[in-house]
């Protein structure tokens, strides 16, 4: 049975998760999981990858560098992103609507995690899933 969106959601591991948008891209089956490390990450995904970001990898790019990236991962077949609210990468949260706003467009899922939730906690969660 397929590791989706919806059942890392409904799994109730880390109940400070909170859904943003991308309602109908609950169901997209998790293949991966990723840490967004370098702005062109794209260039390393093979589709299915949840990506996992503070935005601090975007934090000296324009918003049109960060817009052309966005579109590329969202192209990427991804099934989703988890950010972290971290105020210092992204001060005027203008990184995050632009994320929201490819996430809407391409109904991908947009988790958003508190600056406090480590990532190995959620990447423990989908190995044991059997997600690499």
């Known amino acids: ?16 998760m909170k859904l943003l948008c991308g309602e109908k891209g609950l169901d997209l089956e998790v293949k991966g999981i990723r840490i967004i490390e370098i702005e062109d990450m794209e260039r390393y995904l093979t589709g299915g990858e949840i990506l996992i970001t503070s ?6 790019c324009s918003d049109r560098e960060v817009e052309q990236h966005f ?3 969202v192209k990427s077949d991804i099934s989703g992103f988890i950010v972290k609210k971290r105020k ?4 005027t949260g203008r990184r995050l609507s632009l994320l929201e706003k490819h ?14 939730l480590y990532y190995w906690g959620i990447i423990r ?7 690499r």
């Open 125 to 131: 969660l989908c190995y044991d899933a059997g997600i």
């Open 71 to 73: 579109e590329d991962l």
């Open 103 to 116: 996430c809407k467009k391409y109904e991908i899922p947009l988790v958003e995690i508190p600056g406090d």
């Open 1 to 16: 049975m397929a590791y989706t969106v919806r059942k890392l959601l409904e799994s109730e591991q880390f109940p400070k």
């Open 55 to 60: 935005l601090q990898v975007y934090l000296l």
């Open 88 to 91: 210092e990468y992204d001060p």
